[in-house]
């Protein structure tokens, strides 16, 4: 094939509902990467004490589970959240065998503070919508996200 045969190729496919999706979330995610960056913390770190937040004391491989996460990527995750005093790892109440997950005061404090960046973040995401707008486009991402 030669340029003169396909001379639109990029353009098609930067024309895909599908590309665009992918680049608008690429955009967003950056928004939300560097405002929750003022806290020591990537989406990554977020999603883990978020989740010990919600599910703790949860044991690792609970949040690998929940996550989808690689097991040796949520190990290193949770020995940062701990080295930061945001969570801390203790036998599990319900099998002594195993470590559970639970997240400290600070921690709690630091995802409150996370979740108003992100908040901020988003806010200026949709600045180019009107309200109703935003609440459409959630609306339509929902849906075609829960296919």
């Known amino acids: 094939?030669?340029?003169?045969?396909?001379?639109?190729?990029?353009?098609?496919?930067?024309?895909?509902?599908?590309?665009?999706?992918?680049?608008?979330?690429?955009?967003?995610?950056?928004?939300?990467?560097?405002?929750?960056?003022?806290?020591?913390?990537?989406?990554?770190?977020?999603?883990?004490?978020?989740?010990?937040?919600?599910y703790g004391p949860v044991a690792q491989a609970d949040l690998v589970r929940q996550l989808g996460f690689d097991a040796k990527d949520v190990v290193l995750l949770v020995n940062h959240l701990e080295d930061a005093g945001l969570a801390v790892r203790a036998a599990d109440p319900r099998d002594r065998r195993k470590n559970a997950v639970t997240v400290t005061p600070a921690g709690v404090e630091t995802l409150e503070r996370c979740a108003a960046l992100a908040e901020r973040a988003n806010a200026e995401f949709l600045a180019p919508l009107s309200e109703a707008e935003g609440r459409q486009l959630?609306?339509?991402?929902?849906?075609?996200?829960e296919v």
């Open 1 to 54: 094939m030669t340029r003169a045969e396909h001379p639109r190729a990029l353009a098609h496919i930067q024309s895909l509902p599908s590309w665009l999706a992918g680049r608008v979330a690429a955009h967003g995610r950056s928004l939300v990467t560097r405002a929750i960056a003022e806290e020591g913390l990537k989406l990554t770190h977020h999603a883990v004490l978020a989740a010990v937040c919600e």
């Open 138 to 145: 959630m609306e339509l991402l929902t849906r075609v996200y």
